[in-house]
C-alpha cells in the first residue's frame, strides 16, 4: 500500500520550484520558534515556524537546512527538523510575496467560529463580542478554557469558520481538519507563512500570516520570544489573503 503523502509535503515539494537561486544566509532553533532567512536577486526573507515543545524527543539527528531537501525535512521524524523544514517552506514563500496589509476579521462572519489551536487573545476578543467559539488545542499545557483535539472529530463538522492554526503543518493534523470541515477554512499563524499558489487546489480558503521584519523578528527569537499575530505587529506585517480558485 502507498504511504500517504501529507499536504505539508505537497506544499514543499511546490515550493522547491520557488527556490531556485535562494540560498539560506541564517538560521537558529531558537527557545520558543526557528526561522530561516533566504536570499537572492530581490533581496531577503525570513520565514518561521514554533517549536512542538510538547511533540519533542531525542530521536534522529538535527540537521543543518537544506533548500534542496525542504520536501524531507518537513516529514523528518525529528520534529525540531520539521520546524526547520516549514521555517524553510515559509522564507521561500515569503521570498515570492509582498502582500498587502489585511486581518482575520472579514471572514469571522457566520457561526459557530472554530479555532484549531488556543489562539487566546483572538478566542477572548470573539467571546467578548457574544460570538460563538469553540475551541481546540492538542497541547495540555495551552489547554485553558479549550476541548481537546479529540472532540475535533464531534466538532468540526459543525463550524461555519475553522481558524486552523499554522503549526498543523508540523504535526500532520492540517489533513484531517480540512477533511472533516464543510466550512471556510482559514490557516492562519507566523508558522502559516506559504505562498498561496502553493495551496490552490485544497481545501485552504484564506491564508493569513506575517510579512517579518527580519531584523526585528531574528532578535525577538534569539531572546526567547514566541510571535503572535495578534500580540506582536511591531515585527511585521499581518496580512489575510483569499484563495478564491480554491
Known sequence: MASRRPLVRLFAERAAGMAEGLKIVDYCLCLRGGYVVVEG???RALGFAHIPHEDLHELGEVKR??????????????????????????AVSQYHLDPPPGSLDPYLRDEPICLVGN???????LKREGREVLVFERSRELRWRAYSDVEEELLLPRCKVLVITGMT?????????????????????????????????TKIHILASMKFNIDKAREHLKQGGYISLAVHKDLGLPYAIELRNT
Not at 518537513?74 to 525540531?80: F, H
Not at 489562539?119 to 476578543?125: F, H, T
Not at 504535526?171 to 471556510?184: A, H, I
Open 41 to 43: 536577486p530581490r533581496g
Open 65 to 90: 537546512p537544506r533548500l534542496e531537501e525542504m520536501p524531507e525535512f518537513v516529514v523528518d521524524l525529528n520534529p525540531l527538523n520539521r520546524v526547520l523544514g516549514v521555517a524553510m517552506l515559509n
Open 119 to 125: 489562539m487566546g487573545p483572538l478566542a477572548e476578543r
Open 169 to 201: 503543518l508540523l504535526n500532520f493534523t492540517l489533513d484531517r481538519v480540512l477533511q472533516l470541515s464543510n466550512g471556510l477554512n482559514i490557516l492562519t499563524g507566523p508558522t502559516a507563512g506559504i505562498h498561496p499558489d502553493l495551496a490552490r487546489g
